[in-house]
């Protein structure tokens, strides 16, 4: 988390809706037997995530970028009920099977279907066959914009999109790290969504940064 210590993090997990079982044995498998395990939403943005779900109440939603399937389940609890799903895509085949096995041990994973594969290649495929409300984008901080790109004309007025890691460790706004090939597509997408004028967007500064942007 940017702005707060360790202790205001933990004051805050003790104040808000506990971490569902499954997801607390989800999150001791990712740091076990996962590499890069950082990358995973974790409880607090857990629960912000199925309660965005909550507030926007989308039928169809969409991730880009599954990694160990914490985040999907977290929107997929979010849900109305079971006709409304989640489709999400992840790059790597290595991690299918314990994607399937966290979606196996959630009352709420027959909600999710799991897409493996480019993004940039089955992207355009979903987008022909469904009109998602609400998009969750935690993929190749490189192709934000691309996502962004393909994504935009094709939703609804009125659907949301939440991009993830925005802040990028507070890279965005240090020189330093200007070179990097992540930061420099982090910094081109926050620099396209905040001059386009068909959409509005807050920067939460939750842990990497969590942008919302509504389509008008």
Not at 14 to 37: A, K
Not at 109 to 138: F, N, Q
Request: aromatic residues 8%; hydrophobic residues 40%.
């Amino acid at each position: 988390m940017l702005t707060t210590d360790s202790n205001i993090e933990n004051y805050i997990l003790h104040h808000i809706d506990s971490e569902p079982d499954n997801l607390y044995q989800l999150y001791r498998r990712v740091n076990t037997e996962l590499l890069y395990s950082r990358m995973c939403s974790g409880h607090l943005q857990g629960r912000l995530l199925k309660m965005l779900t909550r507030m926007i109440s989308p039928k169809q939603v969409l991730e880009l970028g599954t990694y160990a399937g914490y985040s999907a389940l977290c929107i997929a609890e979010g849900l109305a009920d079971d006709s409304c799903h989640v489709d999400t895509i992840e790059l790597e085949d290595e991690l299918e099977d314990f994607i399937c096995r966290a979606f196996d041990e959630s009352p709420v994973g027959s909600r999710i279907k799991l897409h493996i594969g480019d993004a940039m290649l089955i992207l355009p495929k979903l987008l022909e066959a469904t009109s998602y409300d609400m998009v969750y984008i935690d993929a190749n901080k490189r192709h934000y914009v691309e996502y962004y790109n393909l994504l935009i004309d094709n939703l609804r007025s009125g659907a949301f999109i939440l991009a993830d890691n925005t802040l990028w460790d507070g890279k965005v706004a240090d020189n330093e790290y200007h070179k990097d090939a992540q930061t420099q597509g982090i910094i081109a997408f926050n620099d396209l969504i905040a001059n386009d004028e068909r959409v509005e967007k807050v920067i939460l500064p939750l842990r990497d940064g969590l942008t919302l942007i509504y389509k008008k």
